[in-house]
C-alpha cells in the first residue's frame, strides 16, 4: 500500500467531512444576501461533480474494467456498477423519513433563529430533538459513501481527489446548515448544535475507511492494493453516486438558496475550472 497516498487521501476525506462545521457558523451568523454564496458555491459543486464524474471518474473505471474482463464484457460491468452506485444512493434516500432529510432544504426564514440575538422557538422540544436525531443520521448515511468516493479517487489519483475534496466541502456547508437548525431549536444551545454539525463530518472518514478496509479484507490484505476489477467497478459506482448527489441534492440546494441565474453560473463555473486544472495536471 502507499502509505503516504493512503494518508494524503484520508486527509482530503477528513477536511471535505468537517466542512459541516463551516454551515453552521454560517447558519448562526450569515447575512441574508450571503445565501446567494451558498447558490453559486453548491452550483459550483455540481458542475465540478457532474464533469469529473463523466469525464475522469467514470472513464477510469471503464478502463480498468476492460483490462479485467475485456472491452465488450468491461463496458456492461462499466454501466451496470455506474446505475447500481446511482441505486444505491437512491435508496438511502427512499428511506430515510422525508421530512427529516437533511437534502430537503429549509428556507432561509428558517435559520434565523440561529442567528445572534434571536431567541430558540421550540413549543414541542421532544419532537424537535427526534427530529434533529434523525436530520443527524441521515446525514450520516448520506456521508458514508460520498467518503468512500472522496477517499478512493484520491487514493488513485490526488489531483482529481483533490478537487472532489473541494465539491463535496461545498456540498457540506448546506448540510451543516441544516443539522444545526433543528438542533438549535431542540437544544437552544449553539455550542450543541455546533458540535453535533461538526461531528456528524466524521462519518465521511470513517465510510472511507470501513469501505475501504472491507474491500481490502474481501479481496485479501496481502494484496498491494485494489485490483482492476474491483477498482474499475467502485469507479463506476462512485461516478453513479456523484451524479445522483450532484441532480438530487446540489442541484435543488443552489436554486433554493439563489435568485436569477446564480445556480446555472456556479454550475458552469464549476464544470470549466474542472475542466481547466484535469487540462493543466495532464500537462504538467
Do not use: C
Request: hydrophobic share 50%; net charge negative; aromatic share 10%.
Amino acid at each position: 500500500m502507499d502509505i503516504p497516498g493512503f494518508w494524503t487521501a484520508l486527509g482530503l476525506t477528513l477536511l471535505a467531512g468537517l466542512s459541516t462545521g463551516i454551515g453552521s457558523i454560517l447558519a448562526f451568523g450569515a447575512r441574508r444576501d450571503s445565501y446567494r454564496f451558498l447558490s453559486v458555491s453548491t452550483g459550483f459543486s455540481a458542475g465540478v461533480m457532474l464533469y469529473v464524474s463523466f469525464v475522469e471518474i467514470l472513464p477510469k473505471g471503464g478502463k480498468a474494467l476492460a483490462e479485467a474482463f475485456g472491452a465488450g464484457v468491461g463496458g456492461w460491468h462499466q454501466a451496470g456498477w455506474f446505475f447500481g452506485g446511482i441505486l444505491f444512493i437512491g435508496l438511502i434516500d427512499f428511506l430515510l423519513p422525508h421530512g427529516d432529510d437533511p437534502h430537503e432544504q429549509h428556507a432561509p426564514a428558517e435559520a434565523a433563529p440561529l442567528r445572534k440575538g434571536s431567541a430558540p422557538h421550540a413549543p414541542h422540544p421532544f419532537r424537535l430533538h427526534r427530529m434533529a436525531l434523525f436530520t443527524a443520521l441521515a446525514i450520516a448515511l448520506h456521508n458514508f459513501p460520498e467518503g468512500l468516493a472522496t477517499f478512493l479517487a484520491a487514493l488513485e489519483d490526488p489531483h482529481v481527489g483533490a478537487a472532489i475534496a473541494i465539491a463535496i466541502a461545498l456540498h457540506n456547508i448546506p448540510e451543516g446548515m441544516s443539522i444545526s437548525v433543528p438542533l438549535y431549536y431542540a437544544t437552544g444551545s449553539r455550542a450543541t448544535a455546533f458540535l453535533w454539525s461538526f461531528l456528524s463530518g466524521l462519518a465521511e472518514p470513517v465510510g472511507a475507511l470501513v469501505g475501504f478496509f472491507g474491500l481490502r479484507a474481501i479481496i485479501g490484505s496481502d494484496a498491494p492494493g485494489l485490483p482492476p476489477a474491483v477498482m474499475g467497478a467502485s469507479f463506476a459506482a462512485v461516478a453513479g453516486i456523484m451524479v445522483f448527489i450532484s441532480i438530487d441534492q446540489l442541484l435543488p440546494t443552489s436554486r433554493a438558496y439563489g435568485k436569477g441565474h446564480d445556480s446555472i453560473l456556479g454550475l458552469l463555473g464549476g464544470m470549466v475550472v474542472m475542466a481547466l486544472s484535469l487540462l493543466l495536471f495532464k500537462v504538467a
